[in-house]
């Protein structure tokens, strides 16, 4: 009996030394587990933190690109505003100076006529202007 009795103990001994066994090789496959899994999440959150960064880059470059774009239309168009206006600004010119010609040619053609007129109106006189230096001999002074 009391033979069996050890028996019997170390029979459950060696079922409780096997089954702490496996309990530690649970434990340590678990602890690993845990430092893969503890990795994977700090490498997972360092890629997160990478991807957004990266994004938040390509959003302002893209922006950057946006503005530029923006900033040579604007003055593009603004360029063939002034463009425009000056070539509104040279015909405007040159249709003024026109108009002022035309109106000269025209006041001067009424003042010629005017002129004629008036010539004809007047007798028709030729003088001489001559200017003696010393004394003449045929000048006799008035009295």
Known sequence: MFGKKNYV??????????????????????KE???DLKLKKRLEAEEIAHMVKMNK???NSELERAKIDMIKENHTKFADYQEEQ????VESLQKFHSKMEEKFDSELKNMKDVLALLMKGLPNVNMEITKHIG???SY???K
């Open 86 to 89: 000056r070539k509104i600004l």
């Open 135 to 137: 004394i003449d001999p």
């Open 57 to 59: 880059e390509k959003n």
């Open 33 to 35: 587990e845990l430092e």
């Open 9 to 30: 103990e170390t029979e459950e001994l060696k079922e409780l030394k096997v089954t702490v066994t496996a309990l530690i090789k649970e434990k340590r496959a678990m």
């Open 140 to 142: 006799k002074k008035r």
